[in-house]
T-cell receptor
């Protein structure tokens, strides 16, 4: 049973460019969340998708957008890249829960903005 | 969001028990405490969670104070593979599975 898979694993972009990161959730999971982890920091919640809709959003600007497909996979898009967007981007999948449970994380996509 | 306080770092020896503390003095009565860990170059992985009573699983034990204002993650016999950053996490009260990660505790295991 494959876990959460993310692509690409590493990528380099320049300021002002746009990037798309992809995530396939663990088999059977219907909810995908995205996190940003800057070097030396804990992951920060970006947003969550369920039933192809954004259900909750963290404190990130509109340059960060996402999408969930009918097969539950998801994309994270970042426009007008800034140097500060350099980070590890983590995808996590789960079932919608009533208050407990676990998230399964992928190994992340490391984005470097030059 | 409820807030947690953890030591920045801890160090222990291989095959010895490790007790990782967490203070969550603002947590409500219906909040679960979750623990995740992040090994080097990997995404976080779930360790354990609990509400009121002590919990055990194959990875660790979670001891929750009677007033629920603190908890302790217990690794009964640390191995080198347990070296990681351990995060004590209160769940988002809106039930949307948003995890609020702090700085965590960086655990070093000496051989």
């Amino acid at each position: 049973d494959a876990g959460v898979t993310q692509s690409p694993t590493h990528l380099i972009k320049t300021r002002g460019q746009q990037v798309t990161l992809r995530c396939s959730p663990k088999s059977g999971h219907d909810t995908v969340s995205w996190y940003q982890q800057a070097l030396g920091q804990g992951p920060q919640f970006i947003f969550q998708y369920y039933e192809e809709e954004e259900r909750q959003r963290g404190n990130f600007p509109d340059r960060f957008s996402g999408h969930q497909f009918p097969n539950y996979s998801s994309e994270l898009n970042v426009n007008a890249l800034l140097l500060g967007d350099s980070a590890l981007y983590l995808c996590a999948s789960s079932f919608v829960w009533p208050g407990a449970g676990e998230l399964f994380f992928g190994e992340g996509s490391r984005l470097t903005v030059l | 969001d409820a807030k947690t306080t953890q030591p920045n770092s801890m160090e222990s020896n291989e095959e010895e028990p490790v007790h990782l503390p967490c203070n969550h003095s603002t947590i409500s009565g219906t909040d679960y405490i979750h623990w995740y860990r992040q090994l080097p170059s990997q995404g976080p992985e779930y360790v354990i969670h609990g509400l009121t009573s002590n919990v055990n699983n194959r990875m660790a034990s979670l001891a929750i104070a009677e007033d629920r204002k603190s908890s302790t993650l217990i690794l009964h016999r640390a191995t080198l593979r347990d070296a990681a950053v351990y995060y004590c996490i209160p769940p988002d009260l809106q039930g949307a599975q948003k995890l609020v990660f702090g700085q965590g505790t960086r655990l070093t295991i000496n051989p």
